[in-house]
């Protein structure tokens, strides 16, 4: 079923209930946040930066081993890690949505969401930064690789939007995945990062929800080459994206006195890393199926990739039942 049959709004339509939910309810990085109330105090020795079950780091024998004091410090720098490469991440798809609107057509229905989208972008972007500021930790984000690509994706909105919007997915599911289930833990979190999170996890599903609406929209428009040529790319730029937003650089495992072997085990080699990260993409191979993106030769890349699996029944649908 179209997202059209579903909901008995046009894609214009759906848009349009976007953009105005953006003009409704949005976040200020320094109005909505308190920054300065004595309960966000970032104190480096607070037992509450101790990682949570929720994340992949925080579960493993290794770091439960660890003298409380030495948790504590990798959990901060960690968890400002984390939000310095979604910012980097986010300032990728802000200039690659500016590319991509400069070029749109007057009256495009799509101009005034994406850029509703990037306002959204810049203001996390300015939360995420205060935090890392704020943490004291002087962490380096992503990858080399990444940063030195960095000038060069943007400009992918423009040559294939298509693609680009799949990356956008890539990078935001796996963000949204986790903070969610950090958020439904219910573990002890320091304050000033839970408000972050709910900020961002209210405007990133808006955001997800227009990458879908696009795709879902564009993907019987594309001439048949495109769509071999990109069912192929779309689970290769999915795992890559998701590796850089996910696996801590060499630099950032160094900081933290992460043994290889065990970073190795952690995100590449123990079953339960490769059925978290087959269980991110849910959503996305549900959307795979429905934009033409899931064929014989595909399927074998996204299993490859070790991202392979169920598709989700419904956005959303929890792992547990996917799997
Ligand atoms: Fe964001
Ligand atoms: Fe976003």
Redesign the pocket.
């Known amino acids: 079923m179209t997202a059209t049959q579903a909901t008995g709004q046009t894609y214009e339509e759906r848009l349009r209930t976007l953009s105005e939910a953006s003009v409704h309810q949005h976040f200020d990085a320094f109005l909505d946040i308190d920054w300065d109330h004595p309960d966000f105090a970032v104190d480096p020795a607070d037992e509450r930066w101790v990682l949570p079950e929720a994340d992949v780091l925080g579960r493993h024998a290794w770091y439960k081993s660890l003298p409380r004091d030495e948790q504590i410090r990798i959990g901060l720098y960690r968890q400002a890690n984390v939000v310095k490469v ?1 910012l980097q991440f ?1 300032q990728v798809l802000i200039a690659g949505l500016m590319h991509y609107a400069f070029h749109l057509p007057n009256g495009s229905p799509e101009f005034r969401y994406s850029t509703h989208e990037a306002t ?2 810049c203001h ?1 972007t300015q939360m995420f930064q205060e935090f890392v500021n704020r943490s004291g930790q002087d962490v380096p984000g992503a990858t080399g690789a990444f940063k030195l690509l960095a000038p060069i994706l943007p400009i992918a909105a423009r040559v294939v939007p298509f693609g680009f919007f799949y990356g956008v997915l890539a990078g ?1 599911e796996p ?1 949204d995945h986790v903070q969610k289930s950090v958020l439904r833990g219910g573990e002890q979190m320091h304050p000033l990062l839970q408000r972050i999170m709910q900020i ?1 996890v209210a ?2 599903a808006r ?1 997800i929800g227009f990458a879908h609406q696009y795709l879902e929209h564009k993907a019987p428009r594309l001439k048949r080459h495109e769509r071999a040529v990109l069912s192929m790319a779309v689970p290769l730029v999915m795992r890559w994206l998701c590796n850089e937003i996910l696996v801590p650089s060499k630099r950032a495992q160094r900081d933290m006195g992460i043994p290889a072997d065990v970073a190795k085990e952690i995100w590449f080699d123990s079953p339960e890393s490769q059925k978290f990260l087959r269980d991110l993409f849910g959503d996305v191979r549900m959307l795979a199926e429905e934009t033409g993106m899931m064929n014989k030769a595909s399927r074998r890349v996204w299993r490859a990739m070790g991202i392979d699996g169920r598709p989700s029944r419904y956005r959303s649908e929890p792992a547990s039942a996917a799997a």
């Open positions: 979604g986010e959204e972008e996390h935001e963000i961002h405007e990133e955001h």
